[in-house]
């Protein structure tokens, strides 16, 4: 037997397959990580990546994710040396203080005419694109509330009942958008001085403001107590769990606001960065987006979700995103000032 001849096949399989490791370690070196700052639920952050990274093998979505307000604060304090290449997933309230601020580079990412225009900003190119509409929902547990006598509330007014004190959790406004979204669409729906006297009459039935705009929802379907103010995403999800919750579109309006991306002026990585921003206003992406949000910003991609009816976007509130951004620091210097008292403790 030439022992020669047998070793050669083995030899250049050998080789082969050094050479194919060798060339998948130089392409994962070579791969560009692109700093995003997100508040993307934890449940979708996955399929993004995930859908990205195919598209574009040589670039690697690296998150830092917290709640709305928290990041909104971080990106405000790093102003002076900005971190992060890319916005996604957080409130276009939000994105458009930045954009007051200059931080944002306009960008029209390709496929952009294809998107509902009323869901980014109106400016040409726009500072940030929406991805989805996120609204108020009250997650209202049906158990717990037999067992206290408590009525399914109707309105946002309704719950300012003294029937209800002790029941009721919502997000803090300035860790959670969801939290920040109530407040500004109550101000907006009845004036300030009606807002107000409307917040200190729900304070009085308020248990706790929690920095979460799920935790709410999750607490309302645990049962740690009957009524939760949260977002359709996630008492649509606490719903499909299969807890006792009824969803409750409270009929004066839902405040609202838009999960949005936009392209830091100040990154390093701007083509990288912009190929995110294209990727993220795709019919894909939005595909993506359409499992958990009832209005999604590509025409005719998003699905009927369990519990959420079909006028769904007939119900938001008017509502001014920029007069939102600007007042912000105001809005949560009052709020704090009025009700901090009953804020859950941050944990370190």
């Known amino acids: 037997m030439n022992t020669r001849k047998s070793a050669r096949p083995l030899a250049i399989a050998l080789c082969a397959a050094m050479l194919a490791f060798a060339t998948g370690t130089a392409l994962a070196q070579q791969r560009t990580p692109l700093l995003v700052y997100t508040a993307l639920e934890t449940d979708a952050m996955k399929l993004y990546k995930d859908g990205f990274e195919k598209a574009n093998p040589d670039i690697e979505v690296k998150w830092v994710r917290d709640s709305t307000g928290i990041v909104t604060a971080k990106l405000l304090a790093e102003k002076a040396n900005p971190q992060a290449d890319v916005v996604a997933g957080v409130a276009a309230s939000s994105l458009a203080l930045l954009d007051q601020e200059g931080m944002l580079a306009p960008y029209e990412p390709k496929g952009f005419k294809a998107l509902t225009p009323a869901y980014s900003d109106s400016k040409s190119p726009p500072a940030w694109v929406g991805m989805d509409v996120w609204a108020a929902t009250i997650c209202f547990n049906t158990v717990e509330a037999q067992k206290r006598g408590l009525p399914k509330p109707e309105s946002w007014k309704d719950l300012t009942k003294p029937i209800y004190k002790g029941a009721i959790v919502m997000p803090h406004p300035a860790s959670s958008g969801t939290g920040y979204l109530d407040v500004a669409a109550w101000l907006q729906m009845w004036g300030e001085p009606e807002g107000w006297k409307y917040m200190d009459a729900l304070h009085e039935n308020i248990a706790q403001y929690v920095h979460s705009g799920s935790k709410p929802c ?32 409270p009929k004066e309006g839902l405040g609202w606001d838009i999960e949005a991306t936009g392209v830091m002026k100040t990154s390093k990585k701007m083509e990288q960065a912009k190929r995110l921003a294209d990727w993220m206003a795709s019919k894909e992406a939005n595909q993506v987006t359409s499992n958990w949000w009832a209005i999604v910003a590509y025409p005719g991609v998003a699905k009927k979700l369990e519990g959420i009816p079909e ?29 901090e008292g009953k804020a859950e403790a941050k944990s370190n």
């Not at 009524?227 to 409750?248: M, N």
């Not at 995103?321 to 600007?326: G, P």
């Open 218 to 249: 999750k607490q309302a379907g645990a049962g740690e107590f009957p009524i939760g103010i949260s977002f359709e995403f996630r008492a649509h999800q606490v719903k499909k769990s299969g807890a006792p919750v009824e969803l409750v579109f």
């Open 311 to 339: 006028n769904y976007e007939k119900l938001l509130a008017k509502n001014d995103l920029n007069w939102s951004a600007k007042n912000r620091e105001r809005i949560l210097a009052e709020w704090s000032k009025r009700y």
